[in-house]
């Protein structure tokens, strides 16, 4: 049997000119840059504070309060405006948020990337920035179960190219390293609709809006079986709540920070009341609560529960089910700064 | 790093820049090659870069005395038993020992008697079912004076190595990439636009086609084969089909296309398979370099040769076939997938020498095999067969091969997830898109294919721009695995 000599294609071509090429080329661009246009107009993406933002700003910066957690650490960036207006620029918010952190990657970041940037000193010797004086950890009952799975998002969103050539030379190009290039990749596209809606699906779903809204009964049934899935979820916490490495790395935070003379506070993050089941209220979210004072407690680190108790209606959450959008952020951050944060405007005795 | 992964896109452009903007010598381009090369296999599998590198050394060794008329026939013998056994060996060890283990700890325990064999685990190195068979297939045209040995270490290595076929071929031939890497290459605009074609046709059936079906219907059935109900498992089926399809031809033209932008032609792996009407036809058109490969060096020397196998066609057919499911994994379904297909040809090929015998006598028997009933029934034959096949080549073990086959007869209830609408439309866009592919090939199609290949050039680019921007929006994130990498 000969050997196959077939061409690429089966279709036979006339030979390309490089003009043709450059033509085709051009039109594919084209119509690239048409479509991503038409899709920032149906869905522009949002830019996100990440961990990359936070250690810029504090890199020239000198803020007064640490405030690390998941994506939910966002809404300090709210109160980080509220507070520098209502100080006159005094009290400084850095809001550190871990999009899909649990207490381990916030650790991780607070050890890898926050202390040796704290830490820097000045040629005689005296800490570079001397006004941090608090720090809040911002957690909730599903900080502490066990990842399912490798921490994915902490090379996409944590790491820096140091990391990964070190993560790299110890283990090659992984699956799990492999996360760092692809959000690199696609923060190097900021400026494309398309690249930024990859595995989002915004996009999709605004162009079914458009074409057929979802009716009041549809948004209603969707609206029931979200809640219902949240409310399990919650529910379900209570059997992995408490995981040991978790709950060490809440302990090292809180030890690292007190160590630099930080006043440190944990605050139980709101959820949205419909989420809640009074099942969850009875078991997950009082028993995470009750091992988070146990653990921090003896301590001295005060515990703020915000999870039922904050001023916030199902209105103030998004899509998702699980952030606040910016409205009910501004909102919380009003309430807060008059109650439970109102100390964050107070210096330290 | 995988041909459709970010990696690779940042990867690519640098070998490319560096590939084409050195001086065009031969020397320098291989040199180039042969680094990349290094660089992507130690970047799937670090640990075994030696085991890599000095077999190839040693095949380039052991070819130039094959090749040397000055010594004794022995001698030369002794060469080729010896390269060959080497790279049959390590294949045998790395892929093979836990699976020959395990056979006699069962065969022992079925005998009743104590087995002191115990299952050993060895990690396969990455692509050395492929450059094994690359390096035999070398080694014996060398010998039988098909080709020249290579004088060049860096050429030889660079086409062993060649790092976009290293993972999981095609399966090259020296005769045909050695010329290729003796002269330098040039840039040629039509050579780059088959590339890029190529390439984009791949990344849409790998990227697109094959990661779409396999999490939306082949996984959920085969993950717990039965539970489902009928229609469940006939589209698990149907979609594995098409997965391992866009899959395996993806990744080939993924390979080709690299190849082509470095201005070189890696053979043809996958031929519209799917409109094969006999078994053999089949073979011709689905990963076309292992076959002839296997056709070149096994059956047709066994078939030809002075041996026991000598006109034995049949057998040695299944015997061929079970020896091609082995090459695809250590298993007993892959096995079993072998000899179905092996008896395939064999009752083909008694069927065929049947019906000639026929036709000899009776003009109408030709007739008869030239009616569309006979095409379509030979079509139908042929494609249930591979389908069936299918359930071998996916499940873990012979036993979820029963569950599955109860399975599509409905023994289980329902679909395993509720799909929504964009998962129903891609799947939909998926087996269209198959449907077309192999329609296009028809003679019937001629005009269509005709007018695509004289489609001006801004035609064309919105087309290609089209098929990136439906890409960017569907093709789903983070599966880069292919699954003829693991064989």
Redesign the interface.
């Known amino acids: 049997?000969?050997?196959?000599?077939?061409?690429?294609?089966?279709?036979?071509?006339?030979?390309?000119?490089?003009r043709?090429?450059a033509?085709?080329?051009?039109?594919?661009?084209?119509?690239?840059v048409a479509?991503d246009r038409v899709a920032w107009w149906l869905a522009p993406p949002a830019h996100l504070r990440e961990v990359e933002d936070a250690m810029r700003e504090l890199e020239t910066g000198d803020p007064t309060v640490l405030a690390i957690g998941s994506s939910h650490g966002r809404t300090f960036a709210v109160i980080d405006d509220s507070i520098r207006a209502r100080s006159a620029g005094r009290e400084r918010i850095l809001a550190v948020p871990v999009e899909w952190g649990k207490l381990t990657a916030y650790a991780w970041v607070l050890r890898h990337r926050l202390l040796p940037v704290l830490d820097e000193t000045d040629a005689d010797g005296r800490p570079r920035r001397r006004s941090l004086r608090r720090a809040i950890i911002i957690t909730e009952w599903w900080d502490s179960c066990p990842y399912g799975s490798p921490l994915r998002n902490l090379p996409a969103r944590s790491w820096t190219w140091q990391h990964y050539i070190a993560d790299v030379r110890q283990h090659?190009?992984t699956?799990y390293n492999?996360n760092f290039?692809?959000y690199r990749?696609s923060r190097f596209w900021h400026g494309s609709a398309?690249?930024q809606?990859?595995?989002q699906?915004r996009?999709?779903t605004a162009v079914r809006q458009r074409l057929a809204p979802a009716s009041a009964e549809a948004q209603q049934a969707n609206f029931e079986v979200q809640t219902a899935m949240w409310r399990k979820m919650v529910e379900d916490g209570a059997s992995c709540i408490g995981s040991a490495p978790e709950m060490d790395a809440l302990d090292w935070m809180v030890d690292t920070l007190q160590a630099r003379g930080l006043e440190v506070t944990v605050l139980l993050y709101p959820r949205m009341p419909a989420t809640l089941s009074e099942r969850a209220k009875a078991t997950t979210l009082p028993q995470f609560a009750g091992l988070v004072r146990a653990a921090v407690g003896p301590k001295g680190v005060s515990v703020i529960d915000l999870t039922t108790s904050a001023p916030l209606t199902d209105a103030d959450f998004g899509a998702d089910f699980d952030h606040i959008v910016r409205a009910g952020n501004a909102r919380l951050a009003g309430w807060a700064l008059d109650g439970p944060f109102r100390f964050l405007l107070e210096s330290r005795p | 790093m995988s041909l459709t992964g970010v990696a690779f896109a940042l990867f690519l452009p640098l070998v490319l820049g560096a590939y084409w903007l050195l001086p065009r010598r031969a020397v320098l381009q291989n040199a180039v090659l042969l680094l990349a090369s290094l660089g992507f296999y130690l970047s799937w599998s670090p640990e075994w870069l030696l085991l890599l590198i000095f077999g190839t050394v040693l095949d380039f060794g052991l070819a130039q005395v094959v090749a040397d008329e000055r010594r004794p026939t022995g001698v030369r013998r002794l060469a080729l038993g010896v390269a060959v056994a080497a790279n049959l060996g390590a294949l045998l060890w790395f892929k093979y020992v836990g699976f020959l283990t395990d056979a006699m700890h069962a065969l022992f325990a079925a005998a009743g008697l104590p087995s002191s064999a115990t299952a050993m685990a060895v990690v396969l190195p990455l692509g050395l079912s492929y450059y094994t068979l690359i390096r035999i297939g070398y080694l014996l045209d060398v010998h039988h004076r098909r080709i020249a040995p290579s004088r060049s270490l860096l050429e030889f290595a660079t086409f062993v190595m060649f790092f976009p076929q290293i993972i999981a071929g095609p399966i090259t031939r020296a005769g045909r990439m050695l010329p290729q890497l003796r002269d330098a290459r040039r840039l040629d605009p039509t050579r780059v636009a088959q590339g890029a074609n190529a390439f984009l046709l791949g990344w849409w059936m790998k990227g697109y086609l094959a990661d779409w079906i396999a999490p939306a219907l082949v996984e959920p059935v085969f993950a717990d084969p039965g539970a489902a109900g009928a229609a469940a498992h006939w589209l698990a089926l149907g979609g594995y089909a098409v997965q391992v399809f866009g899959d395996f031809a993806g990744y080939s033209l993924l390979a080709i296309g690299v190849a082509a932008l470095l201005g070189l032609e890696l053979p043809v792996n996958f031929d519209r398979p799917f409109l094969s009407r006999s078994m053999p036809e089949f073979w011709r058109r689905w990963h076309i370099s292992l076959n002839t490969w296997l056709f070149d060096y096994l059956y047709g020397p066994w078939v030809t040769g002075t041996g026991w196998l000598r006109g034995r066609i049949a057998l040695t057919l299944v015997l061929v076939f079970a020896l091609s499911g082995l090459w695809h994994g250590a298993r007993w379904t892959f096995v079993v997938w072998g000899l179905l297909h092996g008896l395939a040809l064999a009752v083909h090929h008694g069927w065929d020498t049947w019906y000639r015998a026929r036709c000899r006598v009776d003009r109408r028997w030709v007739t008869a095999r030239k009616h569309a009933a006979y095409a379509l029934a030979a079509w139908l034959l042929t494609q249930a067969w591979f389908l069936g096949s299918l359930i071998l080549f996916r499940a873990e073990d012979l036993g979820s091969v029963g569950r599955f086959l109860r399975g599509l007869l409905g023994q289980g209830t329902g679909f395993p997830a509720e799909m929504d609408a964009i998962t129903l439309v891609n799947c939909a866009v998926a087996f269209g898109f198959i449907v077309v592919h192999h329609l296009l090939a028809l003679p019937a199609a001629e005009r269509v294919r005709s007018l695509g290949a004289r489609t001006p050039a801004a035609l064309r680019g919105i087309f290609y721009g089209g098929v990136i921007v439906w890409l960017l929006v569907f093709a789903p994130l983070g599966r880069g695995t292919f699954i003829y990498a693991q064989f």
């Open positions: 049997m000969s050997h196959p000599s077939t061409p690429i294609d089966r279709v036979p071509r006339p030979a390309t000119t490089w043709r090429l033509v085709t080329v051009l039109f594919a661009v084209g119509t690239l479509a090659g190009l699956a492999n290039l692809g990749w398309l690249v809606d990859r595995g699906r996009l999709l």
